[in-house]
């Protein structure tokens, strides 16, 4: 049975202040989120492009949204570790590059979505010609939120490697290895989905960005194994 002082569960803040490195990503992130806004060359000039501007209002905030979640992972991973190693600076640089790289896809993906939920009211701003087409799209997102996952499974990991130097008691071990796990099983997801999007017929094409929508059944699915795992073992031991 595991000692008291070891099974408290408490998380130990080791970056309560703003690191340098969370600033600047931080920072990436805001701009990040400045380029999905209308530029100032696209401002309309009649009713009509007003209203089309309009119509892009519902893609923009769910596209903010998912900026928002990603930003909100790495700073919780920044409070609650307060890493400022070189690892640290290149996974966050990493992250950086994915998000600014895959802002353009992930407006795209979010206009299709609102696009096709819509029958066409809302607009989409490409041109897609063919299968192929849709099909290249969907695997370049696809191959982002791919190293998306793996970025930040190599953070955690990292975490665990410096789990001695950090001093992580015992439930905020579990609770790096339960966010490690989740990061994997989102990345075999991904995986799963671009060979899906890859081999699947031309006419079921559409379909399988929905795959995407597991991903909250999948992190429950995940928490509750592990955690249950977790609980038989302290009985048991």
């Known amino acids: ?48 492009e007003f209203i089309l501007a309009i119509k892009n209002v519902p893609s923009f ?61 809302f607009p989409l701003e490409i041109d897609i010609a063919s299968a192929d087409d849709l099909r290249v799209m969907f695997l370049f997102y696809s191959v982002g939120f791919m190293a998306l996952t793996i970025n930040f499974w190599a953070m955690y990991q990292h975490v665990l490697h410096k789990q001695q130097y950090l001093g992580l008691n015992d439930f905020e071990l579990d609770f790096t290895k339960v966010k490690r796990l989740d990061w994997i099983s989102s990345m075999t997801l991904t995986f799963c989905v671009i060979l899906v999007m890859y081999f699947v017929p031309g006419q079921y094409l559409l379909y399988t960005p929905h795959l995407y929508f597991l991903l909250p059944f999948k992190t429950y699915l995940v928490r509750r194994a592990y955690y249950s795992k977790a609980r038989v073992h302290v009985e048991t031991s």
């Open 61 to 121: 905030i769910a596209s903010c949204a998912v900026i928002v979640l990603i930003w909100h992972g790495h700073a919780d991973w920044s409070r609650r570790y307060g890493l400022e190693d070189k690892p640290t600076i290149l996974l966050s640089g990493a992250l950086i590059c994915i998000v600014l790289i895959f802002i353009y896809p992930l407006r795209l993906m979010m206009q299709g979505l609102f696009f096709a939920l819509s029958g066409g009211y």
């Open 1 to 48: 049975m595991r000692q008291d002082n070891q099974a408290n569960p408490s998380f130990k803040m080791r970056g309560e202040h703003m690191t340098r490195i969370e600033a600047f990503v931080a920072a990436a992130f805001a701009f990040a989120i400045t380029m999905l806004i209308i530029s100032i060359d696209d401002i309309p000039s009649n009713m009509d």
